[in-house]
């Protein structure tokens, strides 16, 4: 009943830039932390960003300085500013979200299915 949807991927030369973007939809009745997450091959899923829903951030230390993440809580939105872009940020990037669902009293976390980020050298 509730999906996150990402968008804004796709191939980019080194040094250029990206934006992200994840809505997320359905029964929502509030969200607490939304983030990003990329996964690379053959390595493990790990943090790019953070945002709670006061605004605070947190990043990787490999994206600080390079990536801003964002949100629109009216729209229920997650952003993802990516520049000086390397090719070692080349993986599927996922966003994720800490929310409560209407009818319910506990929050659950949901990640979106994935957007493909391509850095050439």
């Known amino acids: 009943q509730v999906q996150l949807v990402e968008s804004g991927g796709g191939l980019v030369q080194a040094g250029g830039s990206l934006r992200l973007s994840c809505a997320a939809s359905?029964?929502?009745?509030?969200?607490?932390?939304m983030g990003w997450y990329r996964q690379a091959p053959g390595k493990q899923r790990e943090l790019v960003a953070t945002i709670t829903s006061g605004g605070s951030t947190n990043y990787a230390d490999s994206v600080k300085g390079r990536f801003t993440i964002s949100r629109d809580n009216a729209k229920n939105t997650v952003y993802l500013q990516m520049n000086s872009l390397k090719p070692e940020d080349t993986a599927v990037y996922y966003c994720?979200?800490?929310?409560?669902?209407?009818?319910?009293?506990?929050?659950?976390?949901?990640w979106g299915q994935g957007t493909q980020v391509t850095v050439s050298s």
């Open positions: 359905g029964r929502i009745f509030s969200i607490n932390a």
């Open positions: 994720n979200a800490d929310l409560r669902s209407r009818g319910y009293e506990k929050t659950s976390n949901y």
